[in-house]
């Protein structure tokens, strides 16, 4: 019985699914499905972008929500809308230069607004001061330099008169009675919703060429019977639609379609610190992330994380074999915070030395053990070892805990310069790797060994 277990979980581990997920929407194959991420696994490292109407009150995009604002309380800032410095060449720009392979940007958040243009509603950015697709322009720019391109689009629409009245919605009722429901709901057609949904984002997915990631957002089913899931969204009909409109599309894991083998491509842990991320090994995942607490623009929030702390995500993903998604959340007037700005640079600089510790890489099998307060990234088809140095050793060496006869090479990644080594003389399976006593530039350097 034991053994009959642990084959049965054995398969469902090589087949990458839940041993609860037997149900599938499509026809894929595991391999087939590998073989169509091939791309996003290997780029490791992309840029979210939340801007809306919720950028110019600058204090978080759930500020509807969070301040039971309704339409009429929330028109101000669709008429104040003017992003006149917007150029997205500029933000394409810098997410290349940080290293950054693809992109996500909020066609529509929870509030409604539209960035782009879409037949079905007069709520979008044609009919603000800004006059025109600002989603085009998106897409556009961050083609021209040789990123993918993705679609954030709400599930949730606080200004649609259609979408019902749950419990995270701006005006849902005080009591919470099933009553007061009913009564606001009075009038409000859910059917509708999900039609105007899938005509706009068969617009998306027709109206701007190939786009590589959707990225829907979210489900909550379970809130007392005033939340909402995979039925108010009519999911598995969305996400044929979707696979039919944009065959090679990845999809995120927000359609509350669990049971499902396929009814995602990959989980989003959001926020998480970096010592949960090694639960997610073994799947297909990436962590979002925000350079300070909220996703919109947010003047007055100053948590906004250090370098250091950007680092140890981007390495800590990649070293459990995820990616991340780093959140920029522009101003109203369409351009990156100052602090974004910033935080954008450091990274651009870290990895132009060290992007091959990044790229193609994932955790590193077992027989490599990771040397004391470091963290190890591995490419298995250049057979190359990353030694992420954390805590850069006073003493001038480090250890390389059972690395006798394992490595040819050993150099810093950032300039390529030999580091020599030699078995330790207390314990000769170990190697004892001496480093220069001042540390190179960076603020985790990284030692690439190159294996047998
Ligand atoms: C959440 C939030 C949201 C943000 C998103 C990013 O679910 O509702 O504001 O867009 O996560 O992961």
Request: charged share 25%; with cysteine.
């Amino acid at each position: 019985m034991l053994k009959k277990l642990k084959l049965i979980l054995l398969l469902a581990l090589i087949s990458g699914s839940p041993v609860f997920a037997q149900k599938q929407i499509g026809t894929e194959t595991y391999a087939q499905k590998q073989k169509r991420m091939e791309w996003w696994t290997d780029s490791r490292f992309g840029m979210f972008i939340h801007w809306g109407l919720y950028s110019g009150a600058a204090r978080h995009e759930w500020v509807k929500h969070n301040e039971k604002i309704d339409n009429a309380g929330y028109q101000k800032y669709f008429d104040q809308f003017n992003p006149d410095y917007f150029d997205p060449k500029k933000w394409a720009h810098a997410a290349k230069a940080a290293g950054m392979k693809y992109a996500v940007l909020t066609t529509k958040h929870h509030e409604g607004f539209c960035l782009f243009d879409s037949k079905y509603t007069d709520y979008k950015a044609p009919n603000t001061a800004a006059k025109r697709d600002l989603v085009r322009e998106y897409v556009n720019a961050y083609r021209a330099e040789g990123l993918k391109v993705g679609f954030y689009y709400s599930l949730l629409d606080w200004h649609h008169p259609d979408y019902t009245i749950d419990e995270i919605h701006p005006q849902s009722p005080k009591d919470k009675s099933d009553a007061s429901y009913a009564q606001l709901n009075k009038g409000r057609d859910m059917a509708k919703y999900r039609q105007y949904m899938r005509n706009q984002i068969t617009e998306l997915l027709t109206n701007y060429g190939k786009i590589d990631i959707l990225w829907l957002d979210f489900s909550f089913p379970n809130k007392n019977g005033h939340g909402k899931g995979k039925d108010d969204w009519g999911s598995v009909e969305l996400l044929k639609l979707i696979r039919k409109l944009q065959p090679g599309i990845i999809v995120d894991n927000r359609l509350n379609l669990e049971e499902y083998k396929d009814g995602a491509d990959f989980e989003t842990p959001e926020q998480v610190s970096t010592a949960e991320l090694a639960k997610y090994r073994g799947k297909t995942w990436e962590t979002c992330q925000t350079f300070s607490g909220s996703w919109g623009y947010y003047r007055d929030e100053n948590t906004w994380k250090t370098h250091r702390q950007l680092l140890d995500l981007l390495i800590t993903s990649v070293s459990n074999g995820g990616n991340l998604i780093l959140n920029v959340g522009p101003t109203a007037r369409g351009e990156f915070d100052y602090r974004a700005t910033r935080a954008l640079d450091s990274l651009a600089t870290w990895m132009h030395a060290n992007n091959r510790a990044i790229y193609n890489c994932t955790f590193a099998p077992d027989i490599y053990k990771v040397p004391e307060n470091d963290k190890l990234t591995y490419n298995a088809k250049t057979k190359r070892l990353y030694v992420h140095l954390y805590d850069y050793p006073a003493g001038g060496t480090i250890t390389l805990p059972g690395y006798a006869g394992k490595i040819k090479y050993a150099a810093f990644l950032n300039d390529a310069s030999e580091l020599l080594y030699k078995p330790s003389a207390t314990n000769p399976d170990d190697l004892i790797l001496t480093l220069p006593a001042k540390k190179p530039l960076y603020e985790i350097p990284v030692v690439e060994l190159t294996l047998n």
